[in-house]
């Protein structure tokens, strides 16, 4: 099996830190400021019959009338037309308009919806998610929800089958 995975989601949420743990190695660049990822980048993971090709956006900004940002929203939006899967990062500690965005946008996406609630490790009590989690859910009824850790690989392996499946 074999196919394309975009990885969306507003900034900052841990897009380019899954895709750098997914394929083991630093290809995107992370940090703390948004707008790090100004490109899609591709990163391709092959592992016995599956080739998975991910595909890490620059994230989903509030318009405005900033050229980068026009772009940049141009870039994460080309990257939703002809993919197989699509994972929807969404940052467990903090719903914000620019998530509320990115959900409007995948609300017209046809294929296979995968939410991946990230940083999971960021509170104590692993049972409370995000506030919004099950109202999430609802607003894609056909998405998977899977909690987990860029950073720390939590759950990834969960992930990437979940995403092998849908291709
Ligand atoms: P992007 O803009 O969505 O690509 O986000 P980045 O991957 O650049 O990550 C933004 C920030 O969140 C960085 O400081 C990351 O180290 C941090 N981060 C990403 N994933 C996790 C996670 O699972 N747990 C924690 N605690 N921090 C994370
Ligand atoms: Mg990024």
């Known amino acids: 099996r074999c196919g394309y995975v975009a990885i969306v989601g507003r900034p ?3 897009k380019s830190t899954l895709l750098n743990h997914i394929l083991g190695q630093k290809l995107a660049i992370t940090s703390r400021k948004p707008q790090t990822t100004r490109h899609n980048m591709l990163g391709i993971k092959t592992e016995d019959n599956v080739q ?3 595909v890490d956006t620059p994230g989903l900004h ?3 009338d900033k050229a980068l940002n026009r772009y940049m929203n141009k870039t994460a939006s080309a990257a939703l037309k ?3 899967v699509v994972v929807f990062v969404v940052d467990r500690t903090r719903w914000t308009e620019e998530d509320q965005l990115v959900l409007e946008r995948l609300q ?3 294929g296979p919806l995968l939410i991946a609630v990230n940083k999971a490790d960021r509170l104590e009590d692993k049972t409370e ?3 919004h989690l099950e109202w999430l859910a609802q607003q894609l009824p056909n998405a998977e929800v899977v909690p987990i850790s860029a950073l720390h690989g939590q759950n990834l392996d969960t992930l990437e089958r979940l995403v092998a499946e849908r291709l």
């Open 82 to 84: 002809d993919v197989d």
């Open 52 to 54: 998975a090709i991910y």
């Open 129 to 131: 998610l995000l506030p």
């Open 108 to 110: 017209y996406v046809q």
């Open 12 to 14: 900052n949420v841990g």
């Open 62 to 64: 509030k318009q405005n």
